[in-house]
T-cell receptor, first 112, second 113 residues
Framework: QKEVEQNSGPLSVPEGAIASLNCTYSDRVSQSFFWYRQYSGKSPELIMSIYSNGDKEDGRFTAQLNKASQYVSLLIRDSQPSDSATYLCAVSPRTGGFKTIFGAGTRLFVKA | DAGVTQSPTHLIKTRGQQVTLRCSPKSGHDTVSWYQQALGQGPQFIFQYYEEEERQRGNFPDRFSGHQFPNYSSELNVNALLLGDSALYLC????????????FGPGTRLTVL
């Protein structure tokens, strides 16, 4: 079992729709959770971080964390073609500067 | 406020050679982590430096080594290059603390021929 699992996609949604990206992790003691966006040929760019159960909203993005189910998700509302990218889920076992483990990413295509 | 910078942008080497990649962290950050990202994969953790010491290491051979300088900048060295070392090498910096959010540099694309 991979430590951080994501559906590789591609996930295709029409412009204006909600894109839902999911991620599961295996280490139950994980404390910090991140979503990064990566355009082709570029480096990952931080979108959201979440540390406690529940929802966290930032503009069109909402991160959801359920530690009991070891599940974290990212919702993108009003999806735009510029949102087309690979979305990486990342998990850190503990806070305080320990290594971050990345999933392989989900490719999202937003059709105009 | 300068972000994370890396040099060089691209590099072409041949098998058996050695390479050094450089990273300057975001202003105010004290921790540098290095990742290797192969095509179609997520970044794989190589190691992390804090207070000029290697604090954690991923599943990479000893051919991969690093250093952190007093100004928090860092180098990644790879010896005896293999074809499989071809990848995007990413540096990420963070401020050690309860929220260790990492910010990535633009990366160095290494091609081994």
């Amino acid at each position: 079992q991979k430590e951080v699992e994501q559906n590789s996609g591609p996930l295709s949604v029409p412009e204006g729709a909600i894109a839902s990206l999911n991620c599961t992790y295996s280490d139950r003691v994980s404390q910090s959770f991140f979503w990064y966006r990566q355009y082709s040929g570029k480096s990952p760019e931080l979108i959201m971080s979440i540390y406690s159960n529940g929802d966290k909203e930032d503009g069109r993005f909402t991160a959801q964390l359920n530690k009991a189910s070891q599940y974290v998700s990212l919702l993108i509302r009003d999806s735009q073609p510029s949102d087309s990218a690979t979305y990486l889920c990342a998990v850190s076992p503990r806070t305080g500067g320990f290594k971050t483990i990345f999933g392989a990413g989900t490719r999202l295509f937003v059709k105009a | 406020d300068a972000g994370v910078t890396q040099s060089p942008t691209h590099l072409i080497k041949t098998r058996g050679q050695q390479v050094t990649l450089r990273c300057s962290p975001k202003s105010g950050h004290d921790t540098v982590s290095w990742y290797q990202q192969a095509l179609g994969q997520g970044p794989q953790f190589i190691f992390q430096y804090y207070e000029e010491e290697e604090r954690q290491r991923g599943n990479f051979p000893d051919r991969f080594s690093g250093h952190q300088f007093p100004n928090y900048s860092s180098e990644l060295n790879v010896n005896a290059l293999l074809l499989g070392d071809s990848a995007l090498y990413l540096c990420a910096s963070s401020l050690r603390g309860p929220t260790d959010t990492q910010y990535f540099g633009p990366g160095t694309r290494l091609t081994v021929l």
